[in-house]
């Protein structure tokens, strides 16, 4: 005789009145030989189990007196799938984090070395300690993203949002990155329209990721193109937020990972631009403690668009965060 739940049913751990995992009817055959309480974990997937894989924690016991057999033996299984991925996740990222330190210490203790052995010679120690330096400040930005990611992360959602204007983020975001821009020749437009939108949030975390979108699209573009942010209403209850540019652009099997924590499409460009692997994570991040979202368009070899989207605030505060939305205002701005 079974009986079973419907859930043990839904998993396919039972069909009719058969226990379909060979493990777990070996367990309960046990349990009844000898009537000692039995725990395992054990792992089931194919099509017999809805395609997925899934991790159960299993304990069997005895029902009242079974020795010499016959008797009733209750089998418990709980689904550790959950908690088994996040887990993964996070060894992972552990793993990860561990990888991308060694790098900059280890060329840190080699470049120190260097320097050292070239302590007669004034033009090698300057161009060694450069090295250094640039090694030292790709330390600290990985430190800071790490602590973005992980403040943003242990806080979803924001702990004290305020009125933010969207107009007031695009404008900071801009100064931030107008030197890496310059620097390539890459020219920065800009178009806000709706002057007093406002969301509501956290302006310095709204401020990184748009400054985030912003390098990437400085970073993997090509010297002399055009960078276009535009920030407008979408609809009467969203603010949009979009970077176009002209750069590589990233193949369509890429565009779901691209967010993932230390994913990169090409990790020797991504290093070469001094990037963390973590602009994007923080980005979603950003967005999902906003109750907001990030999207992607991309085609290799002709460029990106990343959009933000964000609800407005309902109804503007009254200490005025700007003249009222509709205004429509066009700042231009050329950077070479
Ligand atoms: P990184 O620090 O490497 O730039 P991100 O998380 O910001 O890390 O981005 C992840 C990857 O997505 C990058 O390594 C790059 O391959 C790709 N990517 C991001 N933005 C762009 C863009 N505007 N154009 C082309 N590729 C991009």
């Known amino acids: 005789m079974l009986r079973a739940s419907a859930a043990a049913r839904a998993f396919g751990l039972v069909k009719g009145d058969q226990l379909m995992v060979g493990e777990l009817l070996a367990l309960a055959r046990q349990v009844r030989r000898d009537g000692e309480i039995r725990e395992g974990e054990i792992e089931v997937s194919g099509s017999k189990f809805g395609g997925r894989r899934t991790s159960f924690a299993v304990r069997v016991a005895p029902l009242g007196s079974t020795v010499g057999g016959g008797g009733l033996v209750l089998l418990l299984a709980e689904d550790q799938t959950e908690s088994r991925r996040v887990e993964e996740v996070r060894r992972d990222f552990v793993a990860n984090i561990s990888h991308e330190l060694k790098t900059p210490v280890g060329a840190l203790a080699l470049l120190a070395e260097t320097i050292e052995e070239a302590a007669d010679d004034p033009e090698s120690v300057r161009r060694f300690s450069g090295r250094m330096r640039q090694e ?20 979803e959602p924001i702990p004290d949002p305020r009125p933010v204007e969207v107009g007031a983020v695009v404008a900071e975001a801009l100064d931030r990155c107008r030197m890496k821009a310059n620097a390539r020749g890459i020219e920065l437009a800009v178009t806000v329209e709706g002057n007093g939108l406002v969301v509501l949030g956290d302006e310095d975390l709204l401020v990184t990721a748009l400054r985030n979108l912003l390098e990437n699209a400085v970073a993997y573009s090509p010297e002399h193109t055009r960078v276009v942010v535009s920030a407008r209403r979408d609809g009467p209850g969203t603010a949009q937020i979009s970077v176009a540019d002209q750069g590589i652009g990233i193949p369509e099997r890429e565009l779901e990972r691209i967010f993932e924590r230390f994913y990169r499409v090409d990790p020797a460009r991504s290093r070469a631009t001094g990037g963390t692997g973590l602009g994007l994570a923080i980005v979603k991040h950003a967005m999902a403690a906003h109750n907001g979202k990030v999207t992607v368009w991309s085609k290799e070899g002709a460029g990106s668009t990343f959009t933000l989207q964000l609800p407005v605030q309902r109804k503007p ?12 205002q066009l700042v231009r701005e050329a950077v070479q």
């Open 136 to 155: 030292a400040s790709r330390l600290t930005y990985l430190v800071q993203d790490l602590i973005t990611l992980s403040r943003i992360q242990a806080a």
């Open 317 to 328: 505060s009254a200490n005025g965060a700007g003249p009222a939305a509709g205004h429509s």
